[in-house]
């Protein structure tokens, strides 16, 4: 399986940024399809953004046009740029990985089977 750990939580005014990142390994990893996930306290895990090995990627339509999903596969790191955050982004936020070469990955928690510990964005207006 593939081990992941988020950092770069933390606490914003709506209108700002932040970026997170997930450090991964594991094996085959060129064979994984690999997302952001948030879970607001009271609410169920929903997809954010998924990045797949085609590279189709897919993002929630909350988050359209605010925040997007890149990965480094020279540091095996994967990114979430979030623009604009806004006080319904409050969650944890989680990276997680599916192992799926296929072009497309949906944002469906329950497909993912790796799981990092998550990481705290709060947004405060």
């Known amino acids: 399986q593939v081990q992941l750990v988020e950092s770069g939580g933390g606490s914003v005014q709506a209108g700002g940024s932040l970026r997170l990142s997930c450090a991964y390994s594991g094996p085959k990893l060129d064979r994984y399809c690999v997302g952001w996930f948030r879970q607001a306290p009271g609410k169920e895990r929903e997809g954010v953004a998924t990045?797949?090995?085609?590279?189709?990627?897919k993002y929630a339509d909350s988050v359209k046009d605010r925040f997007s999903i890149s990965k480094d596969n020279a540091k095996n790191t994967l990114y979430l740029q979030m623009n604009n955050l806004k006080p319904e982004d409050t969650a944890m936020y989680y990276c997680?990985?599916?192992?799926?070469?296929?072009?497309?990955?949906?944002?469906?928690?329950?497909?993912?089977?790796?799981w990092g510990p998550g990481t705290q964005v709060t947004v405060s207006s």
């Open positions: 997680a990985a599916q192992l799926n070469s296929g072009a497309w990955c949906p944002l469906v928690p329950t497909d993912f089977q790796d």
């Open positions: 990045l797949p090995v085609g590279g189709y990627t």
